[in-house]
C-alpha cells in the first residue's frame, strides 16, 4: 500500500461542505489540507451551464447514479437517486436553487440539545458564505464566496405567481428571511449565467495554496484506525490501494449515502450487519446509516396554449442551436434558469406554524428529469411535504468501496405523510386551475382529468411520486444513545473523526439542502480550527 503523506487534516469528498473545509482549512496557511474526491475534475462544460443539470442527471461519469430498493408504498418502484460525483459533488450536477430553510428548523435542532445551531447561531455563517447580488443586510450576505443571483423573469412563471397569490398566497421576493411563507422567483446559486457550485466558490481560489492537495478519482475504501483514533485514509486510485494519514482529524463530507457507507466499511455501525460482511466490528453504532430522511415530490404535466415553453425551443436543430449560441454570447436565456423557476411555500392546514410544503414551478415538461422534453408546449409543477416522519436506512452490501449501498427511503410509510402529499398536490391543483394562469392550459396531462378523488390522486402519487434529491440524517446528530456526532460533529466513538455534510442534520430543513450545506461547512470550520488551537 503506498503511503502518499501525511497532513494535518484530510477531508473525504469534495462536495458542498468538503469544498468549504477545503478552503476555510488551509487558510491561514497554519495546516496542511488534503482533499479526496471520488470523481474527476469539473471541467464538463454542462457542469458550468446551470440548465445542464439535465444532461449529468445520468452521466456517469460525474454521477453515482445510485437508486433505491423496492418502495413498498410507491408500488415497488425504485426511485433513482443521484448524486455528485466531481469537485464541487452534488452543487456541481444539482438544479442550483439556493433555499436554507425555516428558522425553526434550526431552533428544533437547538431544542434537540445540539448547542449552537439555533437559528440566530447559524445565520453568520449563511452571511458569511452568502455573496447576493443584492447586497447585505442582517439577513443576508453580499461579498461571500456562493454567489446567489436573481433569475431572469417569463410571461408563464409570472401568471403562475398570479396563480398563486389569487389562491391566497402573499408574493415575496425573499424566501430566506425571517418568513418562508409566500409565492415568488427562486435565487439561484449562479453568477453571471454559470453555476456557482460549491469548487467554483470556495475550492479553486484555494488551489494556488502551497498547503492545499486535491487529489482526484480517489476512491476511499475505509478509515485508516490506530491506537484508538482515526489516522488517516484508505483509498483506491485505479488499481493501487493508497493511504493518506492525518495528524490532526479525517473529516468524513462524502454525503448522506457515502459518509455512513465509509464508516460502516471501517467498523463503525451496526453489529449484525458488519458481522454479516465479515468486517470486524470496532465499535457497533446501530445509529450509522439509520434515520435517512429525503423530500418526496408529487407532480401536475400541464400542455400549454402557447408555443412560449422551452419545449418549443428544443423541436428543431435551429432551436437547440440558438439555445446554445444565446448562452455563450450573453450568457443568458433558457440555459441559464434553474430546476425550479419559481417556487411557493405554503401550509396545508392553517394551524400549522409554518409552511409543510414547497412547490417547485418549471416552464418546461417531461416524463422524467434528465429525459427528453415533450414534444408539445408544455410546463410542471412539483410539491413536496418539507418535514417528512418516515425514516429509511442506507446499508452496504459488501466490503468493496465500488459497490452501491442498499438504500431503503420507506417513503410515504408515515400516515402524515401520506396526508400532507395529498392535500399538498390537491391545493396545488387548485393553484394551476385559478383565473391567472387558466388561459395557458390547454389540458391537464398529469394527474389528469379523470383524477376526481383523493383515491384517484394517492394512486397518482404511488404511480409517479420522486424524489427532490435531498438526502440527509444518516450520521445525525444528538445527544441521544443513537446519534453518531455531537454537536461539533466528532464521531462519538473515535478520536480524530468528524462528519460535515447533510447527513449530520437531526431533521431535514424546509427546502432545498445545499445552502444548509455549505453553512455545516462553514461553521464547521470554525470548530475544527478553534480545536487545533486549544489542542
Same mark, same amino acid.
Given at each position: 500500500m503506498q503511503d502518499v503523506g501525511s497532513f494535518d487534516f484530510v477531508i473525504v469528498g469534495a462536495g458542498s461542505a468538503g469544498c468549504v473545509l477545503a478552503n476555510r482549512l488551509s487558510a491561514d496557511g497554519r495546516h496542511t489540507v488534503a482533499v479526496l474526491e471520488a470523481g474527476p475534475e469539473d471541467r464538463d462544460l454542462w457542469i458550468?451551464?446551470?440548465?445542464?443539470?439535465?444532461r449529468l442527471f445520468r452521466k456517469p461519469r460525474v454521477n453515482w447514479m445510485y437508486e433505491t430498493a423496492p418502495e413498498t408504498e410507491l408500488n415497488g418502484r425504485q426511485i433513482y437517486q443521484p448524486r455528485g460525483k466531481v469537485l464541487g459533488g452534488s452543487s456541481s450536477i444539482n438544479g442550483l436553487v439556493y433555499i436554507r430553510g425555516q428558522r425553526e428548523d434550526f431552533d428544533h435542532w437547538r431544542q434537540l440539545g445540539n448547542a449552537g445551531w439555533s437559528a440566530d447561531e447559524v445565520l453568520p455563517y449563511f452571511r458569511r458564505a452568502e455573496g447576493n447580488v443584492r447586497g447585505a443586510d442582517d439577513q443576508h450576505g453580499g461579498d461571500g464566496p456562493l454567489s446567489v443571483s436573481d433569475p431572469h423573469t417569463h410571461e408563464l412563471t409570472e401568471a403562475f405567481i398570479a396563480s398563486?397569490?389569487?389562491?391566497?398566497?402573499?408574493?415575496?421576493?425573499?424566501?430566506?428571511? &425571517?418568513?418562508?411563507? +409566500? *409565492? /415568488?422567483?427562486f435565487q439561484t446559486t449562479s453568477r453571471n449565467g454559470r453555476r456557482c457550485s460549491a469548487a467554483v466558490a470556495y475550492l479553486h481560489p484555494a488551489r494556488k495554496r502551497p498547503n492545499?492537495?486535491?487529489?482526484?478519482?480517489?476512491?476511499?475504501?475505509?478509515?485508516l484506525i490506530e491506537g484508538g483514533r482515526a489516522a488517516g485514509v484508505v483509498f483506491r486510485r485505479g488499481s493501487a490501494e493508497q493511504v493518506v494519514r492525518a495528524r490532526r482529524e479525517v473529516i468524513l463530507s462524502a454525503g448522506a449515502y457515502g459518509s455512513p457507507a465509509i464508516l460502516q466499511r471501517s467498523g463503525?455501525?451496526?453489529g449484525e450487519l458488519l458481522s454479516s460482511l465479515g468486517i470486524p466490528?470496532? &465499535?457497533?453504532?446501530? +445509529? *450509522? /446509516?439509520?434515520d435517512l430522511q429525503d423530500h418526496l415530490q408529487a407532480r401536475c404535466v400541464m400542455r400549454c396554449t402557447r408555443r412560449i415553453t422551452l419545449n418549443d425551443m428544443t423541436t428543431s436543430l435551429i432551436g437547440r442551436v440558438r439555445l446554445g449560441l444565446e448562452?455563450?454570447?450573453t450568457r443568458s436565456g433558457w440555459l441559464a434558469i434553474a430546476a425550479g423557476h419559481a417556487g411557493a411555500f405554503f401550509r396545508t392546514d392553517p394551524r400549522l406554524a409554518t409552511p409543510d410544503v414547497q412547490v417547485h414551478f418549471i416552464p418546461f415538461s417531461t416524463d422524467r428529469m434528465g429525459d427528453r422534453l415533450h414534444p408539445f408546449p408544455g410546463f410542471m409543477a412539483h410539491v413536496c411535504q418539507l418535514r417528512p416522519e418516515s425514516r429509511g436506512t442506507v446499508r452496504i452490501?459488501?466490503?468493496?468501496?465500488?459497490?452501491?449501498?442498499?438504500i431503503r427511503m420507506n417513503y410515504l410509510s408515515a400516515e402524515t405523510d401520506r396526508v400532507t402529499l395529498l392535500a399538498g398536490l390537491k391545493r396545488l391543483r387548485a393553484i394551476l386551475h385559478a383565473p391567472p394562469l387558466a388561459p395557458y392550459i390547454a389540458a391537464e396531462v398529469e394527474p389528469g382529468a379523470e383524477a376526481v378523488d383523493d383515491a384517484a390522486l394517492m394512486a397518482h402519487i404511488r404511480a409517479r411520486a420522486s424524489t427532490v434529491y435531498h438526502p440527509t440524517s444518516t450520521c445525525r446528530m444528538g445527544q441521544d444513545a443513537r446519534a453518531v456526532v455531537d454537536e461539533r460533529l466528532r464521531v462519538r466513538a473515535m478520536a480524530g473523526l468528524r462528519v460535515v455534510d447533510c447527513?449530520?442534520?437531526?431533521?431535514?430543513?424546509?427546502?432545498?439542502?445545499?445552502?444548509?450545506?455549505?453553512?455545516?461547512?462553514?461553521?464547521a470550520s470554525d470548530m475544527i480550527l478553534e480545536d487545533a488551537r486549544t489542542g
Open positions: 458550468h451551464i446551470p440548465l445542464g443539470y439535465a398563486a397569490v389569487h389562491a391566497g398566497l402573499p408574493r415575496t421576493r425573499d424566501f430566506n428571511g &425571517r418568513v418562508q411563507e +409566500g *409565492v /415568488g422567483y492545499l492537495a486535491v487529489i482526484t478519482e480517489a476512491l476511499t475504501d475505509r478509515l463503525l455501525g451496526p466490528v470496532l &465499535r457497533d453504532l446501530p +445509529g *450509522v /446509516g439509520a448562452w455563450l454570447l452490501t459488501s466490503r468493496d468501496p465500488a459497490a452501491p449501498p442498499e447527513s449530520i442534520m437531526p431533521t431535514l430543513v424546509s427546502g432545498n439542502t445545499n445552502a444548509a450545506a455549505i453553512m455545516i461547512g462553514e461553521k
